[in-house]
């Protein structure tokens, strides 16, 4: 989910984003299929991730990562790109899970999330492995609290939903999502260094470590500012919203809000 509509293009791995109906590779074990939901919040729209043991290319059974929203003809389509073994979500938000449950009363897969609510329980911080494909699942909350990312050791890649996106800022979706995590959760993905990064939205990249440097120079940019808002005498998020984001598409003031609200809460409170 995109915070802002400023520009953070970089260097892509497999070619452009751009909305297609078939399956796109983008590393020896990853392609992308892009879910037709575009928008301000989306980007181009939900990428659904399709993982494959090397070498399987087109065949083979596979491990979906994020179906997307409920829409039919791109869930079919991802069903066609199986056969699928899993489903894993990064995170509970419908541009991402929605589709879960048609998913698998198409291919009778199960899904697995953080929260339980949308399937049985991710192992955090272990190894998991189907399809002959190996996961790292990495905790990573704070854009929302059930934000996870997964690590493809195979590839040297990390597919982060929406706690990194392909391109812009995302969200700290406030009261959910919290900023003392969020920059704990950039931290730990800075330590994935030169791996490819495969994101919820927008354009894969090289060098998750440096797109998550850049994401923490960015927060406490945004922090100082914020900061300073309040002292200019901002008294409410919506007033700090119209300092801070002066600059960026007024459609996504309420989202901006969301995280000024979380970086207000982090001001006050502290990284907690």
Not at 7 to 15: D, K
Not at 30 to 39: D, I, R, T
Not at 183 to 212: I, N, Q
Not at 216 to 244: F, K, N, Q, W, Y
């Amino acid at each position: 989910m995109s915070e802002t509509a400023k520009q953070q293009n970089g260097p892509t791995l497999g070619g452009s984003s751009g909305a297609s109906a078939t399956v796109r590779p983008v590393t020896a074990s990853a392609a992308v299929l892009l879910a037709p939901n575009p928008g301000p919040m989306t980007l181009e729209g939900t990428n659904t991730w399709v993982l494959r043991a090397p070498g399987a290319a087109g065949g083979g059974p596979a491990v979906v990562v994020d179906p997307g929203p409920l829409t039919e003809q791109h869930l079919v389509a991802v069903a066609a790109a199986g056969p699928v073994e899993l489903i894993l979500l990064t995170h509970g938000h419908s541009d991402h899970s929605a589709g879960a449950p048609r998913l698998a009363e198409l291919t009778g897969a199960p899904v697995l999330a953080l929260d339980t609510a949308y399937g049985h329980p991710l192992p955090v911080g272990e190894d998991l492995t189907a399809a002959g494909v190996r996961l790292t699942v990495i905790a990573t909350p704070g854009h929302s609290a059930d934000s996870v990312s997964f690590y493809l050791p195979s590839d040297d890649a990390v597919l982060t939903g929406d706690t990194i996106l392909g391109r812009g800022t995302t969200v700290v979706a406030h009261p959910d999502g919290r900023l003392g995590p969020y920059l704990d959760s950039l931290r730990r993905l800075r330590e994935y260094g030169d791996a490819a990064l495969l994101p919820g939205h927008g354009p894969e990249l090289p060098a998750a470590g440096k797109v998550a440097q850049a994401y923490l120079d960015h927060r406490a940019d945004r922090l100082e500012e914020v900061r300073r808002a309040t002292e200019a005498g901002a008294s409410t998020p919506r007033e700090v919203v119209e300092i801070v984001y002066a600059d960026v598409d007024e459609r996504l003031w309420p989202a901006a809000e969301l995280s000024v609200r979380a970086t207000l809460d982090y001001l006050r409170d502290g990284p907690a």
